[in-house]
């Protein structure tokens, strides 16, 4: 056997709760550490217990899902479990390990396994396109987030990680790389204007000549100003008409 996780089972309803352990039994390779019936006890037992895995109910009286992903300090997995059908939790499963719909197949469960397990996902999840009105889960200052992409106004380059500045104006730091976010941010909101940094059209100002045959682009929302390099002048163009 390889890797085990241990894992938290986050579900206001308690049958739910025991149907999925009963379930996991056949997953020796699972070892359940806890189970919470609402934000509140769930932020308790993942910071005491840290587990490599939440299985996450999305919709719960009060506070949801949703809301605990942005409580909790930890570096783990998120696998949904939810009664939204396909295509309205679709959204939401960017950057979330995966999602379940209940009642839960056992087969379909299987396959979330088989994604734990696997330490390589470049080819599955990390490089799945990204549609302007996603929402994406991120670690961002080593904090889980849950944003919408079309809040991102700008990504500068940090080493292996990157800088994400929102409409809001506050910045997070996060291990992706710039060239996975050209990869997979829409082309047609998003534009690439120096190997350091990417910007989102919605919020280009203005665009000014600056020294050395670069230029500087102003970014409204957030009195924000970013070189461009001049071999990036043109695609710039072209997107924005």
Request: glycine content about 2%.
């Amino acid at each position: 056997m390889g890797k085990s996780f241990t894992a938290v089972i986050v579900d206001d309803e308690r049958l739910a709760r025991r149907e999925l352990a009963s379930m996991l039994i056949e997953h020796e390779q699972i070892s359940i550490v806890g189970e919470a019936d609402d934000v509140n006890s769930a932020v308790k037992v993942i910071e005491e217990q840290n587990p490599d895995v939440v299985f996450l109910d999305i919709q719960m009286p009060g506070e949801s899902g949703f809301d605990l992903l942005n409580k909790i300090d930890k570096e783990l997995k998120v696998i949904f479990v939810t009664a939204y059908d396909e295509y309205a939790i679709k959204a939401f499963d960017i950057n979330a390990l995966d999602y379940l719909l209940k009642p839960i197949n056992p087969e379909r469960l299987n396959i979330s396994i088989e994604r734990l397990e696997q330490e390589n996902r470049e080819n599955f999840e990390s490089l799945k396109p990204i549609s302007y009105k996603d929402h994406l889960l991120l670690t961002i200052n080593n904090k889980l987030r849950f944003i919408k992409a079309n809040s991102i106004v700008a990504i500068t380059a940090a080493g292996d990680y990157s800088n994400i500045i929102f409409n809001d104006k506050k910045k997070g730091l996060t291990l992706k790389t710039m060239k996975e976010w050209e990869k997979r941010l829409p082309e047609k909101h998003f534009c690439r204007i120096h190997r350091s940094s990417i910007i989102n059209l919605e919020f280009v100002d203005h665009i000014e000549e600056w020294f050395n045959n670069s230029f500087k682009v102003y970014l409204n929302n957030n009195n924000l100003a970013l070189i461009m390099s001049r071999r990036f002048v043109s695609n710039l163009k072209n997107k924005m008409g």
